[in-house]
């Protein structure tokens, strides 16, 4: 399970305010990546909260309800689009958010512990910790975040392009989801440059 043995190391360095950030939705074919950071008091404990990806979304939607709405958990989101991604690719829009989110916080943090590979020129002192959500608990609370918030936003999406099943796969390029890309097309929010969208004999635009 994760800790706070991450937060509390750095804060004995001299770093006050840790922050932990994550981002889901680097994967799927269509929507936005979103990314989310977290400054968790001294002391935090949670007997459920966990890497994302272990949790069911029922408990994802129950922990998201409980760190969004604490008056001493710092946390902010920021996403990047469909347009960002076919613009400045994936990888590029993920880092990019991840910073967004981390300068948003009404606290800027001294430090980020951010999840996976370090992120080369963030604007705070950083690093990155691979498998991160399942070690610390701030990157944790940012997976949550980060994964029922977009969740969300596809839920709200497959309103409005119920032919494409994006309440079922998020946008996750499951066997569902690309016979319906064969049979419409791509939608606004499918990602141009993704191979299975990009490859497709038919117009993008």
């Given amino acids: 399970m994760p800790s706070l043995f991450y937060e509390q190391a750095k804060r004995k360095e001299g770093y006050p305010l ?14 936005p990546v979103s990314a989310a950071a977290v400054i968790l008091p001294d002391g935090f404990a949670h007997a459920l909260l966990d890497d ?12 998201y309800e409980e760190i969004t709405n604490r008056d001493d ?3 902010a989101m920021s996403l990047g689009d469909r347009e960002e991604i076919d613009s400045i690719n994936i990888l590029k ?12 916080l009404k606290q800027l943090p001294d430090y980020c512990l951010i999840d996976g590979l370090p992120v080369p020129g963030f604007p705070i002192a950083s690093e990155g910790i691979v498998k991160g959500d399942g070690k610390s608990l701030s990157i944790a609370a940012a997976s949550i975040i980060a994964k029922v918030a977009r969740d969300r936003m596809m839920l709200e ?34 990602r141009r440059s993704f191979a299975p969208i990009a490859q497709l004999s038919l117009p993008l635009d």
């Fill in 18 to 31: 840790v922050a932990g950030i994550d981002e889901a939705g680097r994967g799927p074919l269509a929507g």
């Fill in 52 to 63: 994302s990806k272990k949790l069911t979304e029922k408990r994802r939607e129950i922990i």
């Fill in 73 to 75: 958990i710092v946390w």
């Fill in 93 to 104: 829009s993920t880092h990019a958010a991840m910073a967004r989110a981390a300068q948003k």
């Fill in 157 to 190: 999406y497959a309103k409005m392009y119920p032919e494409y099943g994006f309440e079922r796969h998020k946008g996750y390029g499951t066997k569902m989801h690309l016979e319906a890309l064969r049979k419409y097309g791509p939608c606004p929010i499918h």
